[in-house]
């Protein structure tokens, strides 16, 4: 995929499909580190430790409708490929965390793309969920909450 | 940044579109976005189909999105149902042809035949 946050759409949707009630972007860029952090966390139904170790792998899956899965091996790949990495956590019952860790400078370094265009996407298409988006760039932050917007 | 208060004004313009998705009587516009579909550019066809409607302020259509429809490779897919008709598959779907199909079925209830997947087979044979 051409953009990062491209990736942070489908991964998102894995969450959804976890029947997540919230669920957390952080994308963090320190310059002084070389770093873009890029953070996506729910609090779905979790992933099994027997399925959580080969998650990487195209051909496991939860998918009926065929046996290949790409969403987090393509995601996987493009961050390894411009010497990134990738990390995914998860608990039954609790949720899943995916954070993915790219050098800011790299030159294969994919674009962080348009990002609101994927929170949008996210919230119009999912207004049960709650959805939080928190954008650090050095000392600046950004932050939409949709529960903000709720409460009103 | 927007305040709260502009939030809330473009929450209240918005709520009579959003609200029909309890509604069934009404058109749905179903885009496909799983993995394949977003990576072929089902994003700005979404988006470009929800700044249609609400640009033409069409009424009882909701726009939603989908899994995997099962044929990737004609991907970006976008189904349309409207009531009492049998639903309509456009595949390759760009942000380009939203207005035509907004405008041509949504509106004037004629698919845009040469957009459909039964066109696309029958030319890619």
């Not at chain 1, 990390?87 to 790219?102: D, F, L, N, P």
């Not at chain 2, 977003?38 to 069409?58: C, D, H, S, Y």
């Not at chain 2, 349309?80 to 639903?87: L, N, Q, S």
């Not at chain 2, 207005?99 to 030319?123: D, F, L, M, W």
């Amino acid at each position: 995929m051409k953009e990062i946050s491209l990736h942070i759409l489908d991964i998102a949707q894995n969450s959804i499909s976890a029947n997540s009630r919230n669920i957390e972007i952080h994308i963090i860029e320190v310059d002084k580190d070389n770093l873009l952090e890029v953070t996506i966390m729910d609090d779905g139904k979790g992933i099994a430790p027997e399925l959580l170790h080969k998650i990487s792998d195209p051909f496991i899956t939860t998918r009926i409708t065929r046996r290949v899965g790409l969403g987090i091996s393509m995601y996987k790949a493009g961050i390894e490929l411009c010497n990134g990495s990738f990390c995914i956590t998860s608990e039954v019952g609790k949720g899943t965390c995916v954070i993915a860790k790219y050098p800011l400078l790299h030159i294969d370094r994919p674009p962080l793309g348009n990002i609101s265009e994927t929170i949008l996407t996210l919230v119009v298409c999912n207004p049960d969920i709650n959805f939080k988006y928190y954008h650090k760039v050095n000392k600046n932050y950004f932050l939409f909450d949709t529960k903000e917007i709720k409460k009103k | 940044m927007k305040s709260l208060k502009e939030l809330e004004e473009i929450r209240l313009k918005t709520l009579e579109s959003l609200n029909l998705r309890k509604d069934r009587k009404g058109n749905r516009i179903v885009v496909g976005m799983a993995t394949c579909g977003i990576a072929a550019g089902a994003r700005p066809v979404l988006l470009g189909f929800m700044t249609e409607i609400k640009k033409r302020n069409i009424q009882d259509t909701i726009v939603s999105q989908t899994g995997c429809i099962g044929v990737c490779r004609l991907e970006p897919m976008v189904e349309v149902y409207k009531p009492g008709e049998e639903k309509v598959t456009y595949v390759k779907v760009t942000p380009e042809m939203v207005g035509r199909i907004v405008a041509e079925h949504v509106v004037n209830n004629q698919p845009v035949v040469e957009y459909t997947i039964g066109y696309s087979e029958k030319r890619n044979k």
